[in-house]
Every structure is written in C-alpha cells, then in structure tokens.
C-alpha cells in the first residue's frame, strides 16, 4: 500500500472512528461485522439488481423512523465534534464546504434550509464556502488514485 492510501485510509478511520463512538458500546463489534460482511457481498454483487414489493425486508420497514433517528444521533454528535473544536468561523468552513462526493447538491445549507425553526443565510455560506481554498479529503482522495491536484 503507497503513502497516498495510507493517508486516505488514516483520514476515513478517524471520521468513522467518530460514527462508531454514537453506537452503544455493546453493539459496536457486532455492527462493524455485519457492515463488513454486507460490503464484501456488495463488492462481490456489484450490479444492478432489481427488487420487487415482495423483495423488502418487512423489518427494514418497521424500523425506518428508528433508522433515521440514528442517522440524526450521528450527524448531532459529528457536528458537535466539529463545532467544540473549531472556532465558530472555521466550524462554519467545515461545515458549509462542498462535498463533490455527497449525495445531492453536495452542501450541507441546502438541506437545513427551509427546515422550521432554522433560518439559513444561503448567501453568507456561499461565502464561506468560496473561501474554503482546496478540500484536504479531496487531495488525499486525488493522491490516492494518483490524479494531480491544486
């Protein structure tokens, strides 16, 4: 393994290592085996499959709203870390940056706007993260599969 795959494999086990510190410590090992046998099927699986109403896990269904509290917990606890160790400034640059591998539009503002309860200033993120300068994941995830970067 070079030094670009060390360096990007270093930066996701810390952010992971933050997910896995919302899981109840007595379930921690089991999720972690599970999710690696799930991967493995994936990678070994990778194409299309397509599911039909019969197909859907009934308990997957019943524990949706559970799912998403979860997902909550996680994203509350990581934006916490960034906040209590960043000034409010510099959470608000790693918070607003862009994330070219996110799922949607890739901007965090975009999916709080609107909520209740949250008044978004769109222009002042934008502005914040135009002032960003280079993604230090996108360069170690660019070094990694030896792409040049800025």
Known sequence: MNTADERLI???FKAMENVLFCLPPAVRLEVLHRLTASEIE???NDHVQL???VDFDRASLQNWHAVKEAASLIVQ????????????????????REHPRGTGSGWLPDYLDGLPGITVDLKRCETISASNGASKLA????????EPHE
Do not use: Y
């Open 10 to 12: 270093a930066v996701w």
């Open 139 to 146: 360069r170690a995830t660019l070094e990694q599969v030896g």
């Open 42 to 44: 994936r990678c070994e």
């Open 51 to 53: 599911i039909s109403p």
């Open 77 to 96: 606890v990581l934006v916490r870390s960034i906040t209590n160790n960043h000034s409010p400034n510099d959470a608000a640059k790693v918070l607003f």
